[in-house]
């Protein structure tokens, strides 16, 4: 079975195919700058002679002519993996919001399409440009199952006290405001893989799931179910991010209104662009930082300290919520290569059965899962590296073709 994943962003396309046999994708990339005067589209595909890539700049004035350019590529004889976009079983679509409506992965039909233009208002950036993808993917693809994988269906087995605000309850009754959580595929994939790894049910785990890439989410995950995550109503709080605030006095919006003259478009601006590391320190990428951290740059000290304290404080409350915890999981950019914030993150949480190994902590990481965890440490702490367009496969093959009972 042949399985296309497409990531459509406002103005990028990320793509992915899957031969499923095979668990493992034969070809991908992105097209990027869609709508701008020049784009540029990245492809990779594997060969006999190992993953070959190729990079083209080319005006891409819409999504439509961007997947067009994406089915060409799937069935050229020489960078592509199939000979007609017929043989594409089906398509499995991100979509970021499914607000209350989508707790589980759906087969796209005209009135699910109407479902995630209504919930517009929750997702304004995201959901019109997950749902140009799929109107495109359509008429590209038309004999392919078309399959939306919502990024929120995962934490939608939080419980009311979880996911509630304290404010008046017509404003969740009425617009719907109330936590939702984001990286829900990541957070299910890792967590699979923790239970595979700790060799239970998944349905009898309690996990941490820390998922640390630019954006930045942390998940309770009870029996295999989210309980609390720490992303909200929209991406921005919780963790710091990269360019993101994360948890912030609401006041502070009020303040920056009022005493300074910034307009709500500007604070929002800022708190989702130029804030996080980058407003700390100058710099967004972790990379950056550890570098600048490392030669003693003081500002990136501080940007590094408030980050993994975030992270502490957050591990301290889901094992407050949680009880009982199996592992504690860092994935993503920064989870899966920083030593330094794993190290930062985990220091002082030896009272809660937390014990990192520093020796593995710095080791190689190999495969599925590494643990690194020390031996008297009753918490096995795990990285994982996710893959959130497999689990969007697996998810979509699981819908189109369910296995035997
Ligand atoms: P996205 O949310 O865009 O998918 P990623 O999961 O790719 O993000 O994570 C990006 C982050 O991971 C960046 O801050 C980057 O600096 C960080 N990162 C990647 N490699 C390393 C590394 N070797 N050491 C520290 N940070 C890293």
Redesign the pocket.
Known sequence: MRILVINSGSSSIKYQLFDMERGEALCGGIVERIGLEMGRVRHWALGDGGRREWVEERPVPDHRLGLAIVAGLLIDAEKGAVRSPDEIDAVGHRVVHGGERFSQTTRITDEVIDAIRELIPLAPLHNPANLKGVEVAREIFPRAEQVAVFDTAFHQTMPPRAYRYAIPTRFYEERGVRVYGFHGTSHLYVSKVAARHLGKPLASCNLITAH????ASIAAVERGRSVDTSMGFSPLPGLMM?TRSGDIDPAVVFHLHQALGLSLAEIDRMLNKESG?LGVCGS???????ARFHAGDADARLALEMYAYRIKKYIGAYVAALGRVDALVFT???G???AL?REMACRGLESLGIVLDLTRNNGPMSGEATAIHAGESAVEILVIP?NEELEIALQTRALVEPSPA
């Open positions: 640390l890439g630019n954006g990269g590391l967004s990428d972790m990379r950056d930082v550890e993503a950019g920064v899966e290569n920083s914030v996710t």
